[in-house]
């Protein structure tokens, strides 16, 4: 499967723990996004890489949140002290011009 | 700040019947629409975006400026296409280029 990869597919963890995902994008695509969705909702921009270079992050991205793209290839998104509301399908997109979706990790925070 | 609308959640027609589904956006410039679909159990996947003016899996969409909408159709609805879809916009200013996504409408077909 060359499509968009991310890792784990679900993860619960309890309310103050550190999570980490990560997304393994098309191998030739320069541009990586996340995204967060929540019940009911359309995925919402969190932030946006070209190459390693982190170029925008979402006023969504809380102080918690730290994503790294250290080589230009896959990235991480950390989530520190887990709050109940970052219960959400974290998405990943890759990019040289359309946005390919990942099948996303979905976070549970009891 | 840009936003898409979409005012169904839930959308149901027969087999045969013509679907619209309805997307109006708000933005001050000139915007990209794509319409995005989610299948059961697969991953988001782009359906088709405005600059191809192009039908695929038999839905067309026309971006209408006047109206700020850019609706989804297909004259004739198959099992198939339920599903979930998202309209979404890429702002003409962003360097990033991120997508704004409405809530989505589940589409389903019956038989």
């Known amino acids: 499967d060359t499509g968009v990869s991310q890792n784990p597919r679900h993860k619960i963890t309890k309310r103050g723990q550190n999570v980490t995902f990560r997304c393994d994008p098309i191998?030739?695509?320069?541009?990586l996004y996340w995204y967060r969705q929540t019940l009911g909702q359309g995925p919402e921009f969190l932030t946006y890489?070209?190459?390693?270079?982190?170029?925008?992050k979402s006023r969504l991205l809380s102080d918690r949140f730290s994503a790294e793209r250290p080589k230009g290839s896959f990235s991480t998104l950390e989530i520190q002290r887990t709050e109940q509301g970052d219960s959400a399908m974290y998405l990943c997109?890759?990019?040289?011009?359309?946005?390919?979706f990942g099948p996303g990790t979905r976070l549970l925070v009891l | 700040a840009q936003r898409v609308t979409q005012p169904e959640k839930l959308l149901s027609v027969f087999k045969g019947a013509p679907v619209e589904l309805k997307c109006n956006y708000s933005?001050?410039?000139?915007?990209?629409l794509f319409w995005y679909v989610q299948y059961s159990r697969q991953r988001l996947q782009l359906l088709l975006r405005?600059?191809s003016r192009e039908s695929i899996k038999g839905f067309t969409a026309d971006l209408n400026k006047g109206e700020t909408s850019f609706h989804l159709k297909k004259p004739f609805a198959q099992e198939e296409d339920s599903a979930m879809y998202y309209c979404?916009?890429?702002?003409?200013?962003?360097?990033?280029?991120?997508?704004?996504f409405g809530s989505g409408t589940q589409l389903t077909v019956l038989p």
């Open positions: 997109a890759s990019s040289l011009g359309t946005q390919y």
């Open positions: 405005h600059i």
């Open positions: 890489f070209q190459n390693e270079a982190q170029l925008e």
């Open positions: 191998s030739e695509h320069n541009r």
């Open positions: 933005y001050s410039g000139s915007p990209e």
């Open positions: 979404a916009l890429i702002a003409a200013s962003g360097s990033a280029r991120q997508l704004t």
